[in-house]
Nanobody, 114 residues
Framework: QVQLVESGGGLVQPGGSLRLSCAAS????????MGWYRQAPGKERELVAT????????HYADSVKGRFTISRDNAKNTVYLQMNSLKPEDTAVYYC???????WGQGTQVTVSS
């Protein structure tokens, strides 16, 4: 059974930064493609970023390109989402997931507000 545990969310002012982490267990981490989704109140779920098994291939939503960076450390079974230049519209619950499966984390709240 794959388990994903996110951390790193919180309250930050506009223009600030946060780094989310997602620790995986129960699988061979280097064999899976990972990603982050987010869901804001009253809005549809949005794919934020994905990263290939080795980390060399990434994909971003247009809304976060140039501001967010997804990375992974296969030795630590962890995927990260570095979020810079945060905007109020980035406020959402952020979930990590295993691409192509139904394995999701419990989510971590990110609130961007002054």
């Amino acid at each position: 059974q794959v388990q994903l545990v996110e951390s790193g969310g919180g309250l930050v002012q506009p223009g600030g930064s946060l780094r989310l982490s997602c620790a995986a267990s129960g699988t061979i981490f280097s064999n899976i493609v990972m990603g982050w989704y987010r869901q804001a109140p009253g809005k549809e779920r949005e794919l934020v970023a994905t990263i290939s098994r080795g980390g060399g291939g990434t994909h971003y939503a247009d809304s976060v390109k140039g501001r967010f960076t997804i990375s992974r450390d296969n030795a630590k079974n962890t995927v990260y989402l570095q979020m810079n230049s945060l905007k109020p519209e980035d406020t959402a619950v952020y979930y990590c997931y295993v691409v192509g499966t139904s394995y999701w984390g419990q989510g971590t709240q990110v609130t961007v507000s002054s």
